[in-house]
């Protein structure tokens, strides 16, 4: 099984500022076979990045995916109100499928 | 408009079966993988199984297998996940989500989520 760990757990940040989230898998995810969702409370989760660093449709362009291997990373480039929420990533490359134990990313 | 609609929250007693469900509009269901995942309260995102509703072809996390049932009934556009005695760590909010035409895929669409509650 691949173990997702992010980094850090929460992330205190003031609109306006840059957030850098950081995802590390135990073995090489795939292709790569990695995605990022972002879930507000009582909301279901929202696909934000696939394949690393494709954005899903609909998503605003200050959101964005990089990485390989084992190391990946979403970037806020300037957060919106909107933005602030808990972020998941998951590896679809190898089964069981798995998310990470996700990043809360807090108003300052 | 794709959309995935889930049953309502449910309340049960620790060893009773049940059976929640997820059906899809707005695109062709069977043609795309359904996924099942679980949250605790105040918990992150675990993938419990998926299934495949043109041929029923179902993947279970290891963490799952045997603890669940996923089944898809593709004349109603609907799947399923059930439960044959339920247990209170069965408490959790579980979403469906699809996937595409192939099984290692991100899950693009999301149901609300529908809330199970085990409590004597």
């Known amino acids: 099984e691949i173990v997702l760990t992010q980094s850090p757990g929460t992330l205190s940040l003031s609109p306006g500022e840059r957030a850098t989230l950081s995802c590390r898998a135990s073995?090489?995810?795939?292709?790569?076979?990695l995605a990022w969702y972002q879930q507000k409370p009582v909301q279901a989760p929202r696909l934000l990045i696939y394949g690393a660093s494709s954005r899903a449709t609909g998503i605003p362009d200050r959101f964005s995916g990089s990485g390989s291997g084992t190391n990946f990373t979403l970037t806020i480039s300037r957060l919106e109100p909107e933005d602030f929420a808990v972020y998941y990533c998951q590896q679809y490359g190898r089964s069981p499928l798995t998310f990470g134990p996700g990043t809360k990313l807090d108003i300052k | 408009e794709v959309q995935l609609v889930q049953s309502g929250a449910e309340v049960k007693k620790p060893g009773e079966s049940l059976k929640i469900s997820c059906k899809g509009s707005g695109y062709r269901f069977s043609s795309y993988w359904i996924g099942w995942v679980r949250q605790m309260p105040g918990k992150g995102l675990e993938w419990m199984g998926s299934i495949y509703p043109g041929d029923s072809d179902t993947r279970y996390s290891p963490s799952f297998q045997g603890q669940v049932t996923i089944s898809a009934d593709k004349s109603i556009n609907t799947a399923f996940l059930q439960w044959s005695s339920l247990k209170a760590s069965d408490t959790a909010m579980y979403y469906c989500a699809r996937g595409s035409y192939d099984f290692w895929s991100d899950y693009s669409f999301w149901g609300q989520g529908t809330l199970v509650t085990v409590s004597s």
């Open positions: 073995q090489s995810v795939g292709s790569p076979f």
